[in-house]
């Protein structure tokens, strides 16, 4: 099918403008396939809709960022939007949570700035309910084509660390066809109810059998590098 014709039959099975789109789960294949690289291949109008959809998905499920092979998409397009930061206690934070505000990203791609990983409870939208501890680069250099509100393009490259950077290396993995709990520590795949009772790492160390790099982090620790 072609992809204009697709995301115009995605975009139809909604009543209603605002309404969100369904975000498919772990076994759909729009989530294993390479997504295309942005080519133009969709009118201006039409991205704006993909788009104003996909924001609204990503903000009603809720999620702090949505890729488009999550609603059956496969192009190489990201929206992500972190509005549950607390600015205020973000030093504090042993993840390096810092507000992140809607991005909407073509073709982005990444690369490490560093050797540090942070290790960390992940959850995917389209793994409802389930979560692992994967390793993420802490610092990452990333580069995409911006779409901004008014639908111009700007080539954009920039530096993030902390929590921003664990977003765009899960959502752009997506673009690649891999999930987070791909990449996770094995045996941490667990029920999101259970973690916090793992919040502090040596816990789920202990409790789940953890081994390899996880293991030798201390009380209170997430990164090693």
């Given at each position: 099918?072609?992809?204009?014709?697709l995301?115009t039959k995605t975009?139809e099975?909604?009543?209603?403008?605002?309404?969100?789109?369904?975000?498919?789960?772990a076994?759909?294949p729009a989530?294993?396939?390479?997504?295309?690289?942005?080519?133009g291949?969709?009118a201006?109008?039409?991205?704006?809709?993909?788009?104003?959809?996909?924001?609204?998905?990503?903000?009603d499920a809720p999620?702090?960022g949505?890729?488009?092979?999550?609603?059956?998409?496969p192009?190489q397009l990201?929206v992500l939007?972190?509005?549950?930061a607390?600015?205020?206690t973000?030093?504090?934070?042993v993840?390096?949570r810092t507000?992140?505000a809607?991005?909407?990203l073509?073709n982005?791609?990444?690369?490490a700035?560093g050797?540090?990983?942070?290790?960390?409870?992940?959850?995917?939208l389209s793994?409802d309910?389930?979560?692992s501890?994967?390793?993420?680069?802490?610092s990452?250099?990333w580069?995409a084509?911006?779409?901004a509100?008014?639908?111009?393009?700007?080539?954009?490259s920039?530096r993030?660390?902390?929590?921003p950077?664990?977003?765009?290396q899960?959502e752009?993995?997506h673009?690649?066809?891999?999930?987070?709990?791909d990449?996770?520590?094995p045996r941490?795949?667990?029920?999101?109810r259970?973690?916090e009772?793992?919040a502090d790492?040596?816990?789920?160390?202990?409790?789940?059998?953890?081994?390899?790099?996880?293991?030798?982090?201390g009380p209170g620790?997430?990164e090693l590098?």
């Open positions: 099918m072609d992809l204009s014709d995301v975009l099975r909604r009543a209603r403008a605002d309404e969100p789109l369904r975000i498919v789960q076994g759909h989530l294993r396939g390479p997504a295309r690289a942005w080519s291949q969709l201006p109008d039409l991205l704006a809709e993909l788009v104003e959809a996909m924001v609204v998905t990503m903000r999620g702090v949505l890729a488009a092979p999550q609603v059956g998409i192009l990201v939007e972190d509005r549950y607390d600015p205020d973000a030093e504090d934070d993840l390096r507000p992140l809607l991005r909407t073509l982005p791609a990444y690369e700035d050797d540090r990983r942070a290790f960390y409870w992940e959850g995917c793994v309910g389930w979560q501890i994967v390793p993420r680069h802490l990452v250099r580069s084509l911006e779409r509100d008014g639908g111009t393009l700007a080539e954009v920039e993030w660390t902390g929590w950077a664990r977003i765009i899960h752009t993995d673009l690649a066809g891999t999930l987070c709990h990449l996770g520590v941490s795949f667990v029920l999101a259970y973690t009772r793992y790492l040596p816990e789920a160390v202990r409790w789940l059998g953890l081994t390899g790099d996880v293991a030798t982090l620790e997430v590098g």
